[in-house]
């Protein structure tokens, strides 16, 4: 099932169960459980109000083809602000626990423009990262990712930076901030680059902004990504990431803690 296609069933029912296609290890993929949970969200404020920022706890894996339940409720709603919290509960425990900030436009006096994308190289001069049936996470059969900044994971290298060019593989409908959400979290963590030999990691946690009036974006767009290390050590990577659009604007702000099992 495609991306597209997952949202459409998430929205008929409270209950969705995750397709295998769509793995990483033992776990779905974080970036597709979040976007479908955080569309949810999404649709319960008032007057479309847009989502400034989320946090995300990865409490434990959501598993494929075992039934998965949906829970959003609004916890308050003022004038400008709607705070929301989203659950996605497998065998009775909460695998994935959120809380959202959903607002809308205020007056202000000051404005500053986001920072603007560093210099990256054509997308056909990018090497991808193919999917290969039993070696990459299942999920890389949905999501184009070519390099950029920094090393594949694995290779041994020296970097704090890591991005590239990203997008579904499929193209979208429509591109809304819950397919950004899942873009964002496709890339692994920066801190593999410097392994030579394979090792499992997972998130732990995730806190992303998503900037508003976001840029117009096209559903067929590369959006860029980049990321940095800003320290790792003792099983564990903290780094930040922003999203640009193709024309260098700014979209999104990312922190992540990821686990790292070598």
């Known amino acids: 099932m495609t991306f597209d296609e997952l949202i459409t069933a998430g929205r008929a029912s409270n209950e969705l169960m995750m397709p295998a296609s769509w793995a990483q290890g033992r776990a779905t993929f974080g970036g597709l459980v979040t976007g479908l949970l955080f569309d949810r969200m999404?649709?319960?404020?008032?007057?479309?109000?847009?989502?400034?920022s989320m946090h995300v706890s990865f409490v434990g894996p959501v598993e494929a083809e075992?039934?998965?339940t949906f829970d959003v409720q609004i916890l308050r709603e003022g004038r400008s602000v709607s705070q929301v919290e989203g659950r996605i509960i497998q065998n009775?425990?909460?695998?994935?626990?959120?809380i959202a900030a959903?607002?809308?436009?205020?007056?202000?006096?000051?404005?500053?423009?986001?920072?603007?994308?560093?210099e990256i190289k054509p997308v056909d001069q990018c090497q991808a990262l193919p999917y290969i049936e039993g070696v990459t996470p299942g999920f890389i059969g949905h999501i184009d990712m070519r390099w950029a900044y920094g090393s594949m994971p694995f290779t041994g290298g020296s970097g704090r930076e890591m991005g590239g060019w990203m997008r579904f593989r499929k193209t979208p409908e429509v591109m809304t901030d819950a397919h950004i959400v899942a873009l964002i979290d496709?890339?692994?963590?920066p801190v593999l680059q410097h392994f030579k030999s394979r090792v499992p990691a997972s998130s732990l946690s995730w806190a992303f902004d998503i900037i508003h009036p976001r840029p117009a974006l096209k559903a067929d767009d590369w959006l860029v990504y980049k990321a940095t290390i800003e320290q790792a050590g003792d099983g564990y990577c903290h780094f930040n990431a922003q999203v640009w659009s193709p024309r260098g604007e700014l979209l999104a702000i990312s922190r992540q803690t990821a686990t790292v099992f070598g």
């Open 102 to 118: 959903f607002a809308g436009d205020r007056e202000s006096a000051v404005r500053i423009d986001g920072v603007s994308a560093p």
């Open 92 to 98: 009775e425990e909460p695998r994935v626990v959120c």
């Open 42 to 52: 999404e649709r319960i404020v008032t007057d479309a109000r847009p989502v400034r």
């Open 66 to 68: 075992v039934p998965a």
């Open 186 to 189: 496709a890339w692994p963590a």
